[in-house]
T-cell receptor
Framework: NAGVMQNPRHLVRRRGQEARLRCSPM?????VYWYRQLPEEGLKFMVY????????ESGMPKERFSAEFPKEGPSILRIQQVVRGDSAAYFC????????????FGDGTRLSIL | KQEVTQIPAALSVPEGENLVLNCSFT??????LQWFRQDPGKGLTSLLL?????REQTSGRLNASLDKSSGRSTLYIAASQPGDSATYLC??????????????FGKGTLLTVNP
């Protein structure tokens, strides 16, 4: 019974490139959450998605960032034209239903911008 | 807006000691409060979850309490072991804005248990 799977574990990009982070939720989970952990900071909520729907993206920067959770396949967090300040650990969590269920976290993707 | 604060930021204790980690939150309208453990380069492992209607939860050597009226939670670790060394994160779920799916994290307490 695999947990939340995130890939890649580590991603290096040069400034101006695009970064794509993938998250496969636990089996049977249809709710996905993305959090970002900047150096020396706590985890911050970015976005909450259900299959094919963005429920709350209030924590996501308005520009360059987008997220999706298609009917088939993993959830994708996409960062266009990356800058040094995007360097962080990005964590994905999933839950089976809505807000009353615990969120299970993946091991994260460490994004480094050169 | 919910804010979560953890003190101390770092703690070093000798093996066998009992210890308490503190967490405070500003918005008492939390849905639940969760304690996590994070090892270096790893994800988050859930330790204990306390519903808003509960006062405490226990699992093995861990005991977490919740006092909504004062906006505080504590994580008590009994008979600490070197393997307990990690960063401990406190997260409140929900706020008076109604988004009871959103976790708000503190910055964590880095615990080192010395043999």
């Amino acid at each position: 019974n695999a947990g939340v799977m995130q890939n890649p574990r580590h991603l290096v990009r040069r400034r101006g490139q695009e970064a794509r982070l993938r998250c496969s939720p636990m089996k049977g989970h249809s709710h996905v959450y993305w959090y970002r952990q900047l150096p020396e900071e706590g985890l911050k909520f970015m976005v909450y998605l259900q299959k094919e729907n963005i429920i709350d993206e209030s924590g996501m920067p308005k520009e360059r960032f987008s997220a999706e959770f298609p009917k088939e396949g993993p959830s994708i967090l996409r960062i266009q034209q990356v800058v040094r300040g995007d360097s962080a650990a990005y964590f994905c969590a999933s839950s089976p239903t809505g807000s009353d269920q615990p969120q299970h976290f993946g091991d994260g993707t460490r994004l480094s911008i050169l | 807006k919910q804010e979560v604060t953890q003190i101390p930021a770092a703690l070093s204790v000798p093996e066998g000691e009992n210890l308490v980690l503190n967490c405070s939150f500003t918005d008492s309208a939390i849905y639940n409060l969760q304690w996590f453990r994070q090892d270096p380069g790893k994800g988050l492992t859930s330790l204990l979850l306390i519903q808003s209607s509960q006062r405490e939860q226990t699992s093995g050597r861990l005991n977490a309490s919740l006092d909504k009226s004062s906006g505080r939670s504590t994580l008590y670790i009994a008979a600490s072991q070197p393997g307990d060394s990690a960063t401990y994160l406190c997260a409140g779920r929900g706020d008076s804005g109604g988004s009871n799916y959103k976790l708000t994290f503190g910055k964590g307490t880095l615990l080192t248990v010395n043999p």
